[in-house]
C-alpha cells in the first residue's frame, strides 16, 4: 500500500488532491527535487536541500522545509521502501493556492508540498554493457534551467522524441552546443579526458554531474567543463549520461552514428564501477 505526503498530511495516492486554483497546475509556479536512496539510506542529501533552496530563493517561494529530511525518511517507512536495493523521493513546492494571476498573490499564501516515493531499479549489467542510443534534440526552453522548476514542457516534448525515435536520450542542442538530456546531464570522453557542459543558466546544475566530475578527477582523469559543439561528438571516444534516476547511462551511438569504437569504453565503464563501488559503501554505513 503506497502513501504520499500533502502538506501536513499522509494519504493514499488517490486521496491526495490538489484545488484547481493552485499555482502549479495553473503556472507551472513551483519546483521539485528528486533525491535518491541507496538501501534505504539517502545520498548527496545536502546537495539536492541545496539546490532545492536555492531554487526557492530564486522563484522567492517561501516555505518552510525543516522537516523535509523527516518527511523523506517516513517516505521510505511508510512505502516498505527502507530496503530497497535504489529508491527516490520526489519533492514537489507550488506557490500555493490563489485566484489565477499572473503575479504572486498579494496576500500571502501557503505553498502546496507534495511527495513521493518510488523504487528504482538499474538496467541489468548485460543491459548497460551493450550501451544505449541517444537521438540530439533542438533546446526550446527558457533561459533558467539552472532552476528545478517544474515547468518541463520542452523537456518532455524532448523525451518524447526520443520515445518516438526509439532511443533511450534526447540530447538537447542549442546553437550547435550539446547542453544536457532532457532529464539528465551529458558528458563526451576525448581518450582520457572528460568534458561536461560547464554550470551555467542553460543548463541544470546535476548532482550526479557535479559527484561524477569529482570522482574523474579523483581517478586522475583530466577534467573539461567547456562547451560541447556537436559536430566534436564524430570525434568523441566515449560519451554518457548522468542523473538521479540515470546514474552514468553510456550512449554508443548518436543520430544513427556510432560514438567512438560504438562499444561502451574504459573511461566510462571506470567511473560506472567507482559510482557503483561508492553507493555500495554509502548504503552499507546505514
Ligand atoms: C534537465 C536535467 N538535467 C540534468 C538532470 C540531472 O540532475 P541530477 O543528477 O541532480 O538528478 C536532471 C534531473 O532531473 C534534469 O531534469
Not at 545520498?43 to 531554487?55: D, I, P, T
Not at 535504489?86 to 500571502?108: N, W
Not at 542510443?133 to 526520443?162: C, E, G, H, Y
Not at 520515445?163 to 550547435?176: E, N, P, S, T
Amino acid at each position: 500500500m503506497s502513501f504520499v505526503y500533502l502538506d501536513g498530511a499522509w494519504l493514499r495516492p488517490e486521496e491526495a488532491l490538489i484545488p484547481v486554483g493552485d499555482r502549479g497546475f495553473l503556472l507551472s509556479d513551483g519546483i521539485y527535487e528528486v533525491t535518491p536512496a541507496y538501501r534505504g539510506r539517502f545520498f548527496l542529501m545536502e546537495r539536492h536541500r541545496a539546490r532545492l533552496l536555492r531554487g526557492m530563493c530564486e522563484l522567492r517561494i517561501d516555505a518552510d522545509i525543516t522537516r523535509v529530511e523527516r518527511v523523506h525518511e517516513e517516505l521510505l517507512d511508510r512505502n516498505e521502501l527502507r530496503d530497497a536495493e535504489i529508491s527516490y523521493v520526489y519533492l514537489q513546492i507550488t506557490r500555493g493556492v490563489a485566484p489565477r494571476s499572473h503575479a504572486f498573490p498579494t496576500d500571502p499564501v501557503a505553498p502546496t508540498v507534495y511527495a513521493f516515493a518510488r523504487e528504482y531499479v538499474r538496467p541489468s549489467l548485460e543491459r548497460w554493457n551493450a550501451g544505449f542510443d541517444a537521438i540530439t534534440v533542438p533546446d526550446r526552453r527558457w533561459a533558467r534551467v539552472d532552476i528545478k522548476t517544474i515547468s518541463l514542457l520542452p523537456n518532455v516534448l524532448a523525451q518524447q522524441a526520443a520515445v518516438d525515435a526509439g532511443v533511450k536520450d534526447a540530447l538537447l542542442v542549442r546553437d550547435g552546443v550539446a547542453l544536457e538530456g532532457a532529464h539528465n546531464n551529458f558528458f563526451a570522453v576525448f581518450g582520457e579526458t572528460v568534458v561536461t557542459h560547464p554550470n551555467s543558466n542553460v543548463i541544470l546544475p546535476g548532482i550526479t554531474r557535479g559527484y561524477v566530475v569529482e570522482l574523474a578527477r579523483e581517478l586522475g582523469l583530466e577534467v573539461e567543463e567547456r562547451p560541447i559543439q556537436v559536430e566534436e561528438l564524430a570525434r568523441a571516444d566515449e560519451a554518457f549520461f548522468t542523473g538521479t534516476t540515470t546514474e552514468i547511462r553510456p550512449t554508443v551511438e548518436i543520430d544513427g552514428r556510432p560514438v567512438g569504437s560504438g562499444a561502451v569504453g574504459p573511461v566510462t565503464r571506470r567511473l560506472f564501477a567507482a559510482f557503483i563501488e561508492r553507493l555500495e559503501r554509502h548504503a552499507a554505513a546505514r
